[in-house]
């Protein structure tokens, strides 16, 4: 039996769903065990190109078996209409290939509403949250104030938890923000709306998970954004609500007794953040403008241009550790094909003093990055699939990081293609 995650290095959007898309073919099962809808992947496939926010990316693969675990940020209402979405262009979407833990929480109407007064009321303080009420949701999962998708088998005790949930958040929502109550027939046209069309789906994921080891199927896990965005290792506050890292697998998946065998741990060429928060070797004016445009970095769920950088050497390393990676896919090589020499951010400067040690998040703020240059190779590769056909700048670049990480690069993608890829 396999079983391995594949997760994020750095700050998100580094191409996990289309080498989750790729790998799809070696597993039985897909689960996706942390985060909610506030993050996209982007899949290009056969069936079309898909922005995939909360199912996972083995929905595309007939046979597949995509879990959503008790990890994530249930939203009935996003998972619905995402779930219409790729139904509507032919993948279909259906109890056998789409299972929903009964122990996932639901994120409630109130969670988006809190999210965008919380961002209001800090005006220019604000962590730049995309709005999805992710925060809140993971908040009150802790407090023990959400249902469980489980709930909606019983129709009439969940009414009433969620009415007394209801009442409690009235007193914050009017109190604090001044904001609208809820009713409950509100929250009946929710429950009819969308929680209804999802229940089909949801089941005790936990079991079947234990019967697919014994039947020795093979699992992979599947993380959203990446190693900074961690909750407990990542660039607080500027992290998000939930852990991204490999070891929360087990855990956020309904299977806590897996051993991962292998943590695939993807990491993007340049460095590309989305949002507030320190971003040590962020490029800006035309040289950034540049490399947004060839890499087309703008948000998968907001549109939102990201902020830019070369590879970050100090940050990459830190997220390799943090994932305890066993192996690198490295994407977009293709993009930096433009560049006559590649930035390659090395070191940072914290307190007047050179490191390769990723400091402490309140320190982000006053590193420096140190900048070298390598050289680039200058012609497209987005057609060569041997490592030996890359030309020898381009294999020196990822060896150069490979070195610099201390993780071997098994994989490197050179086009958002399922089949633009190079196996090492
Ligand atoms: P994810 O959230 O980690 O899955 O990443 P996103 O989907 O937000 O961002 C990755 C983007 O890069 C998507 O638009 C992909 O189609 C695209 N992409 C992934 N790998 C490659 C690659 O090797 N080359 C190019 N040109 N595009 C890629």
Redesign the pocket.
């Known amino acids: 039996m396999k079983c391995a995650a594949i997760v ?1 290095i750095n700050w ?9 898309d790729l790998l799809t073919e070696q597993y039985d099962i897909v689960v996706r065990y942390q985060g909610g809808g506030n ?6 496939n056969d069936k079309g ?1 898909f ?1 995939l926010h909360l199912l996972p ?1 083995g929905i595309f693969r007939e046979g597949v078996v995509n879990i959503l675990g008790n990890g994530v940020a249930l939203d009935p209402e996003n998972l619905w209409k995402e779930m219409s979405e790729v139904t509507a262009k032919g993948v279909p979407v259906t109890p056998d290939n789409l299972k929903i833990s009964d122990r996932a929480s639901l994120l409630l109407p109130w969670h988006r509403d809190l999210d965008e007064l919380e961002e209001k009321r800090l005006a220019d303080k604000k962590f730049g949250s995309t709005k999805q009420g992710i925060a809140p949701f993971y908040s009150d999962k802790y407090q023990k104030k959400t249902i469980l998708a489980g709930e909606l088998f019983f129709p009439d005790k969940m009414k009433s938890h969620l009415k007394d949930l209801m009442e409690w958040k009235n007193l914050i929502l009017t109190g604090v923000y001044g904001a609208e109550p809820y009713t409950m027939e509100k929250l009946e046209q929710w429950i009819d709306e969308f929680c209804a069309k999802i229940r089909p789906f949801v089941c005790d994921t936990g079991s079947f998970l234990k019967e697919a080891v014994k039947e020795g199927k093979s699992i992979l896990f599947e993380a ?3 190693s900074l965005r961690d909750l407990d290792y990542g660039i607080y506050p500027y992290t998000t609500s939930s852990n991204t890292t490999a070891a929360y697998a087990p855990i956020g998946s309904g299977l806590p007794s897996a051993r991962l065998s292998d943590v695939i741990g ?1 990491v ?2 340049y460095s590309t953040c989305v949002g507030e928060g320190p971003f040590v070797c962020e490029m800006f004016g035309e040289e950034a403008d540049k490399l947004r445009e060839e ?2 970095e703008y ?2 769920k907001t549109g939102r241009p990201r902020r830019v950088g070369p590879i970050d050497l100090v940050a990459t390393r830190y997220g390799v550790e943090v994932q305890a990676a066993t192996k690198i896919a490295l ?5 930096l094909s433009y560049l006559d020499k590649i930035p390659v951010c090395t070191r940072y400067i914290v307190d007047g003093e050179e490191t390769d040690r990723f400091p402490f998040p309140m320190q982000l703020d006053e590193a420096r990055p140190v900048i070298e240059y390598v050289d680039g190779w200058h012609c497209d590769i ?1 057609g060569v699939r041997k490592w030996e056909d890359l030309p020898k700048a381009a294999q020196d670049y990822v060896c150069l990081i490979e070195k610099a990480i201390g993780c071997p690069v098994a994989y490197i ?4 293609e399922r089949e ?1 890829i190079i196996y090492r």
């Open positions: 994020g998100g959007d580094e191409g996990k769903g289309r080498m989750v993050a996209g992947h982007t899949v290009i190109k922005a990316s959203q954004l990446g993807v993007k060429a890499g087309f948000g998968a994407t977009k090589m293709d993009i987005s993608s050179v086009g958002a633009s």
